[in-house]
């Protein structure tokens, strides 16, 4: 039996999660939470082997949620099951650990499949996502020794925005105000050439 945690804010769609699980003979729901500071709390104690993981929460993000849940259990799975669809945070959730990524709309046979392929090992995701994780690699230029252009701190913030930080989680880790960061990514984004966080990112792909 796969145990299963459900980590969602909007009732309705948890309730609808756990009625899916109700549907298979072979995954149980051992824990629903809606929030992240809550999953911190439950998760751990019933120990599940799969988490369905929204993305949207109230306060702690499901990206950050992941990333501390997978540090107390790194063997557990997480799926991120939401309606976002764009590369950046499709890259941040699969850099803080979560091994699979399906839509809300999904059907049941896809959300049972995607709870069972990552448990044997699989990384789910629907055709759209793959399409969109292999066009998203696929459209950066190779990578190039524009990072040595980088001053310590820009290097600092840039190393932070790849493992997955808020601008305001990286201004109060380096202990400067959230301009000071802004400012940064601007001059980040000037020398590397490029135009958001997530190609910022994979210039740093030999290091990573």
Known sequence: MIKVAIVED????????????????????????????EALQAIPRHQPDVVLMDIQLPKMSGVECVGKIKELLPAMHAIMVTVYEDPDTIFRALRAGAAGYILKRATTDAILGAIREVQSGGAPMSAEIARKVISYFHAQAA?????????????AVLDMVAQGFYNKEIAERLGVSLDAVLWHLKHIYQKLHVHSRSQAILKLRPRI
């Open 143 to 155: 990578p190039t020794k524009e990072t040595e252009t980088l001053s310590n701190r820009e290097r």
């Open 10 to 37: 909007h009732k309705t769609t948890r309730e609808a999660l756990v009625r899916i699980l109700s549907l298979s003979t072979d995954c149980r729901c051992v824990c629903t939470c809606s929030t992240g500071e």
